[in-house]
């Protein structure tokens, strides 16, 4: 089936990402967001959500936003106490306009001609600060489908529905062991500099499979590399300071582990997985990467 795309609207006519979806029934409230791209050298970011469409939230849709003009895409890292629950798939955001109260210290103000959006992960317990100029929303999906989450709503004088009806006792999985990987280290091995003074050109992030993805040109190479990384369990991306002065690929130093400069809210690596950091000179700060396999293609 192709694509549907329905509307596309400037945000400097709209004003922020939450004007964008105002004509939705929940907006980015109790959405699930799917994958995360950010294009460095286009100055752009894209989002794929599936959006709550129905007042039981018992039907969903998906749909992109794109943000050019992007000034920065700053993302927490979960709070160390959710570690131990977090599991492969896509989060479940609430969101809303400007700087969130509760966020880390540190997320700039929008420069003028732009805004800030944040979206608030409940898996993690932690915030994406997203901020541009212009933005755009299609949807992916021709209509809204079954829900494919389960956080139907029940409004005052609904029936409670009888847990577990129908459904045989099962026991839980057995725990597996996780057996980690090469790292970003080894998968690097090849490259005479490793990640060094490379050029990061673009993140993407699929959150449905677990996955981070970095497009990068290693140091005195005209080839650009596909780092993987499989089993993620977070990818945090710190806000930049002093903001970029131009869009372009981020220079890049590199290093395993927490870096011992970074902040003290990155949690350590959960077993079978790995950290491995990433220092971008032009935004002074970093991101850093866990999970289990890291390739290089």
Known sequence: MEPAFYFALPCG???????????????????FLETLHVDYVAARLELTVRLMMSKYQDRDQRAMIRVDGLVYCAVEAPDARSMDELEEGPVWIDAGSGIARNAAPGIPEAPEGCFVHWLFVRDWNAFIHICGKDATFTWLEPEPVPARADTGLLYPGDELPEPGVGEPDSAPP????????????DACADLPWGLHDAHLEALHVDYAGGVAELTVRPFKSDQRTR??????AYCAVDPPDPRPERPGALWISDGSGIAPSATEHIPAAPAGCFVHWLFAHECNAFIHICGRRATVA
């Open 13 to 31: 006519d709209m004003g922020t990402i939450g004007d964008l979806l105002g004509e939705l029934p929940w907006g980015l409230h109790d959405a």
């Open 174 to 185: 057995a725990a597996r062991e996780v057996i980690m990987g090469p790292s970003i280290d």
């Open 227 to 232: 780092l993987r990384v499989e089993g993620l």
